[in-house]
């Protein structure tokens, strides 16, 4: 009877999380196995539009056509360079020019396209370099880590793993690590034909992925707001969903420049 209560207790409270976890498991999955280079980037697309919307809210900065052009126009580029990231860089340059020349926009006006904009891109990025594996590999690790940390934190979980975000602890972290770095050494040995080095990547895509779910945080109390949105019921916002996955293709991206084999392709 105990053990039953103890799984209620761990379930019953987010079961509407669950749900929509399934969900979106599943439209992900479809995805993934109709492997279509345009609908992953019609979908990413979508992704970033909603991500950057609701980092006008996180930012405090007014809604305004501006950016949703530049977002449009510089994920257009994206699926037509090789150089994915420069488009970002562009649009950053660009902001950076009209705000010295005129002066009627502020400063933060390209944080949007710092982040998210520029970690979408590295997803992007991850995709046209390795394809569906690639992505795989990702999501793997990233959803192993945050599961791990979950639950670990939910049944070990007793010392604050920062200010930050006081339900998160440290025992969570360390499982979730465990769990993202024992399953992504598998996914990753694909990719990099060797287990310790798959080892070694995972840990810091890992690693990673915790961090950009720590930032997503911060952002997020900076704001006084409990989620980014409201889109995923249970999950919150798109952000909310993914912040772990745009640091974690960051890291990827990092860690695989330092891989001989991939270390004389060019990331941006």
Request: positive net charge.
């Amino acid at each position: 009877m105990k053990n039953a209560d103890g799984i209620k207790k761990l379930f019953g409270a987010d079961q509407q999380r669950y749900i929509t976890g399934a969900v979106l498991i599943a439209v992900l999955v479809g995805i993934l196995v109709i492997n279509s280079k345009l609908l992953i980037w019609f979908v990413l697309g979508v992704l970033l539009l909603l991500s950057i919307k609701e980092s006008l809210t996180l930012y405090t900065l007014e809604s305004a056509p501006h950016y949703y052009i530049w977002a449009t126009l510089l994920w257009v580029g994206a699926y037509f360079t090789k150089a994915p990231l420069y488009c970002g860089l562009i649009a950053i340059m660009i902001y950076a020019s009209y705000i010295a020349y005129n002066k009627k926009l502020p400063l933060k006006v390209m944080l949007p396209f710092l982040y998210p904009a520029l970690p979408f891109l590295c997803i992007w990025s991850v995709y046209e370099l390795l394809g569906r594996s690639g992505i795989i590999c990702l999501i793997a690790v990233v959803v192993c880590t945050d599961t791990g940390a979950y639950f670990g934190g939910k049944l070990f979980g007793k010392i604050p793993f920062s200010p930050t975000s006081p339900k998160k602890t440290i025992e969570g972290v360390v499982v979730g690590l465990a769990c993202g770095t024992a399953i992504g050494a598998i996914f990753y040995t694909g990719i990099t034909h060797s287990f310790p080095l798959a080892a070694v990547v995972a840990f810091f895509v890992a690693l990673a992925s915790v961090f950009g779910d720590l930032f997503e945080s911060y952002l997020k109390r900076e704001a006084n707001l409990k989620d980014s949105g409201t889109i995923f019921p249970g999950h919150g916002g798109v952000l909310d969903r993914l912040d772990a996955l745009l640091f974690a293709a960051i890291a990827m991206l990092f860690i695989l420049s330092l891989v001989p084999l991939y270390s004389e392709i060019n990331f941006l």
